[in-house]
């Protein structure tokens, strides 16, 4: 078996030397960036009707960092290139054979994954509030107002977090078109229904995605049974279980 560092350099070259992956890192930064700086300039240019009757402050660090909710699919979809492309190539067994122990191969992918998706998102994340809040004239805030540089820096791990839960789900699953198949729907279309539903809502209040969007707001919604703390503990469980089932997984069945 190869040494640590030697497992985490095959998997840095494993993923940059897939068109795939790199690209999809690079739309994460476009659509994070050009949504978000749209909404901004949108929201400047329509302040007055977008905050009648608005109960709440109004948040210009969410405004800013609204565009994650395209590149939250970038990201899902990076984490499950970067774990599936194996499976759908073949390559699985190759590194398999290379490293027998199966807990440190998926440990050293983990890694890297994370890593690059820290790295991206924090890129992401700063850019697109700097970007937002020059669009909003009047209406910005600054990194030296209370919580705002703390939301930033939680936009970054919630992404980062997403794109890890997709890569746990991916190898539990064997198949980067089943894991998209489920990723996809369930923060797409399960999520904000049962978020609509009056009796279920509260259950929808654990999922991944809403947990997470909690790190990145300077002002918490109404009726959230928690805050950023909890929404940060929340994520991260549902990222630590999808990290060890695919642990469990590979280490239980054969590639």
């Known amino acids: 078996?190869?040494?640590?560092?030697?497992?985490?350099?095959?998997?840095?070259?494993?993923?940059?030397?897939?068109?795939?992956?790199?690209?999809?890192?690079?739309?994460?930064?476009?659509?994070?960036?050009?949504?978000?700086?749209?909404?901004?300039?949108?929201?400047?240019?329509?302040?007055?009707?977008?905050?009648?009757?608005?109960?709440?402050?109004?948040?210009?660090?969410?405004?800013?960092?609204?565009?994650?909710?395209?590149?939250?699919?970038?990201?899902?979809?990076?984490?499950?290139?970067?774990?599936?492309?194996?499976?759908?190539s073949g390559m699985i067994r190759v590194s398999l054979a290379a490293v027998p122990q199966r807990g440190t191969l998926l440990t050293g992918k983990a890694l890297v994954i994370g890593v690059l998706a820290l790295l991206v998102s924090l890129l992401t994340a700063f850019v697109t509030f700097f970007l937002g809040q020059a669009l909003l004239g009047d209406h910005r805030t600054t990194l030296g107002s209370p919580h705002v540089l703390r939301a930033v820096f939680g936009a970054a791990i919630f992404l980062t977090m997403l794109c890890l839960f997709s890569a746990g789900v991916t190898a539990m699953l064997h198949n980067q078109t089943l894991a998209l198949g489920i990723l996809v729907p369930f923060f797409f279309l399960l999520s904000p229904i049962l978020s609509a539903v009056p009796k279920v809502k509260n259950v929808a209040h654990y999922f991944p995605d809403y947990a997470g969007r909690q790190m990145l707001t300077v002002f918490p919604e109404a009726n959230t049974p928690y805050g950023w703390v909890g929404g940060f503990l929340v994520c991260g469980a549902w990222t630590l279980a999808a990290l060890l089932g695919g642990a469990a997984v590979l280490k239980g069945r054969d590639a």
């Open 1 to 88: 078996m190869g040494s640590f560092p030697a497992i985490l350099r095959s998997e840095w070259t494993k993923i940059r030397t897939v068109r795939s992956t790199v690209w999809t890192l690079v739309l994460v930064f476009l659509v994070t960036a050009a949504l978000g700086a749209l909404l901004s300039l949108l929201t400047k240019n329509n302040f007055a009707d977008f905050r009648k009757n608005a109960t709440t402050p109004f948040d210009a660090t969410a405004t800013s960092l609204s565009g994650i909710a395209l590149g939250e699919i970038a990201m899902i979809v990076f984490g499950v290139l970067a774990i599936g492309n194996e499976y759908s």
